[in-house]
């Protein structure tokens, strides 16, 4: 079988150390969370922060879902309403209300060098549940067991049954990736980790416009 090695198939997503991971989600992938996976949580009246904010991308799609949404990231990226916020830094004055507040929910792309650090520190602040997508490998590895899976395992792992294409700095409505991606969901006083498969869905989420910033339109 030949091997393709086409620079967007081969995309993987590494970055330098120091780099942001500015890796946009496309918009259907957090509407699939919304839709697939916390259908049951009652969404409409609750409070959802999300701290890797970026250019808005899971933001937009989180607001048809929650009654609120908060919107933070380490670098200015330009979105209206949000704030400037290094999440792993204790909180400054203007997030501090946010934190005291509890947010219900916290949903988010984080970087990938520092995912632990983002669940470990959203969980301690929202007050009902934490999803953080994160590439499937990111579920193996003998620290992250130690540290994190075999102490406070997530409620749920949806595994998505497409491709989630990433590429850096913006979102693209025909890229491919090697990548595989899931969401890993943490709700407060729930069961033993429950694997679910979120069904093909990305032609009925999408949407016209969510690649119209980037002069695409979606297939
Ligand atoms: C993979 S991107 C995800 C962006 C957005 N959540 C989305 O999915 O479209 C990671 C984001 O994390 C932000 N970031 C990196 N380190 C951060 C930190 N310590 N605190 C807050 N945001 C951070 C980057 O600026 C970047 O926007």
């Known amino acids: 079988m030949s091997q393709n090695t086409s620079s967007?198939?081969?995309?993987?997503?590494?970055?330098?150390?120091?780099?942001?991971?500015?890796?946009?989600?496309?918009?259907?992938?957090?509407?699939?969370l919304c839709e697939h996976v916390l259908s049951g949580?009652?969404?409409?009246?609750?409070?959802v922060w999300e701290p890797t904010c970026n250019r808005g991308h899971m933001v937009?799609?989180?607001?048809?879902?929650?009654?609120?949404?908060?919107?933070?990231?380490i670098h200015d990226y330009g979105l209206d309403g949000a704030f400037q916020h290094d999440f792993l830094m204790p909180f400054t004055p203007h997030v501090m209300k946010w934190?005291?507040?509890?947010?219900?929910w916290i949903v988010s792309n984080p970087p990938f060098r520092l995912a632990e650090q983002f669940i470990e520190r959203a969980r301690g602040v929202a007050s009902e549940g934490v999803a953080?997508?994160?590439?499937?490998?990111?579920?193996?590895?003998?620290?992250?067991?130690?540290?994190?899976?075999?102490?406070?395992?997530?409620?749920?792992?949806?595994?998505?049954?497409?491709?989630?294409?990433m590429v850096k700095?913006?979102?693209?409505?025909?890229?491919?990736?090697?990548?595989?991606?899931?969401?890993?969901?943490?709700?407060?006083?729930?069961g033993n980790t429950k694997l679910v498969?979120?069904?093909?869905?990305?032609?009925?989420?999408?949407?016209?416009?969510?690649?119209?910033?980037y002069g695409e339109v979606a297939e």
């Open 169 to 190: 700095g913006r979102l693209t409505a025909t890229g491919s990736t090697a990548t595989s991606y899931c969401w890993l969901v943490w709700i407060k006083g729930a």
């Open 197 to 213: 498969w979120i069904p093909p869905c990305r032609k009925k989420l999408e949407r016209a416009d969510d690649y119209a910033a």
């Open 8 to 32: 967007a198939v081969m995309q993987q997503r590494s970055e330098p150390h120091d780099s942001l991971d500015d890796f946009p989600t496309q918009p259907w992938a957090t509407r699939a």
């Open 41 to 47: 949580c009652y969404l409409r009246n609750k409070t």
């Open 60 to 73: 937009d799609p989180l607001g048809d879902y929650f009654n609120a949404v908060w919107a933070s990231d």
């Open 132 to 165: 953080m997508i994160v590439r499937t490998s990111f579920l193996e590895g003998i620290g992250r067991y130690e540290n994190l899976f075999s102490k406070n395992p997530p409620s749920i792992v949806a595994q998505f049954s497409e491709r989630v294409p």
């Open 99 to 104: 934190a005291m507040a509890k947010p219900d």
